[in-house]
């Protein structure tokens, strides 16, 4: 059954915790992994409230798209995703250890939100350096509420790899979407009736980062948010153990 998002309690939580364990579990891949975990979200948080009060399943309900990124080195991307982080480096040119925000994995309300090589400008967003990662609010803020510094991201050290080791995380926060200048997007956010953002992520063994990001059409309050340190750790679970090799599913384009 459906959870609204506006009642995340604790026995919300650990319902979640367990079912979400259990959808990702098996999947051959970290981006078949990610996305058993976002349709998993997507459809969890897909209830809405009639005026009867009844809760009932109209489109995306609650909840109107869930991502999944993992930072990830330039020269391990697909060739279409190099393609695609060289367009929007434009005259910058790429480091092979670069990293890039790279979308795993998407669940949402339109057709073009549920595959990932659809995104038209999030497949692969290049993180040169902390200046340029300024320039886009909405990871720069999501990176600090973290608890954590541009430049360890962009550029991860064998001591920052040691010390995310077993480290939790806070989570990325907009209880307000509208007008918010951490989510740029506003076309999509008035569109789509976006009130709020949540996100939540972790370290995995390269010390890579991942987040999952959850739009929602409803007010998620600082409790609520806080509650998704949780669900963290079981998206943590699910993509720990996938080497470099096991990151993209066989096929990917």
Not at 35 to 49: D, N, P
Not at 185 to 195: E, K, M, N, P, S
Request: aromatic share 8%.
């Amino acid at each position: 059954m459906p959870t609204d998002l506006r009642s995340f309690g604790l026995t919300e939580m650990l319902r979640c915790s367990v079912a979400l364990r259990h959808a990702a579990s098996g999947a051959p891949s970290m981006e078949e992994a990610a996305k058993r975990i976002c349709r998993f979200l997507y459809t969890e948080f897909g209830a809405v409230s009639s005026a009867a009060g009844a809760s009932e399943r109209i489109g995306g309900g609650d909840c109107a798209l869930v991502r999944l990124y993992k930072t990830h080195p330039y020269a391990r991307l697909e060739p279409s995703l190099r393609r695609f982080a060289d367009k929007a480096l434009g005259e910058g040119k790429a480091r092979p250890g670069m990293r890039c925000l790279t979308l795993l994995a998407s669940a949402g309300d339109e057709p073009e939100w549920n595959d990932r090589m659809t995104s038209r400008g999030h497949r692969a967003i290049p993180l040169p350096s902390p200046r340029i990662v300024e320039q886009a609010p909405m990871v720069a803020q999501l990176i600090r509420q973290f608890g954590l510094d541009l430049a360890d991201v962009v550029s991860p050290s064998p001591e920052f790899v040691r010390e995310m080791t077993g480290r939790s995380y806070g989570v990325f926060h907009v209880e307000n979407a509208v007008g918010s200048p951490f989510i740029p997007a506003q076309d999509f956010v008035l569109r789509h009736g976006i009130h709020s953002v949540v996100g939540f992520g972790g370290s995995l063994r390269s010390g890579d980062i991942f987040a999952t990001l959850i739009f929602s059409r409803v007010e998620i309050t600082p409790d609520v948010a806080e509650r998704f340190r949780t669900i963290a750790l079981d998206v943590k679970s699910a993509l720990f153990n996938f080497d470099d090799e096991q990151v993209f599913s066989a096929g990917s384009r």
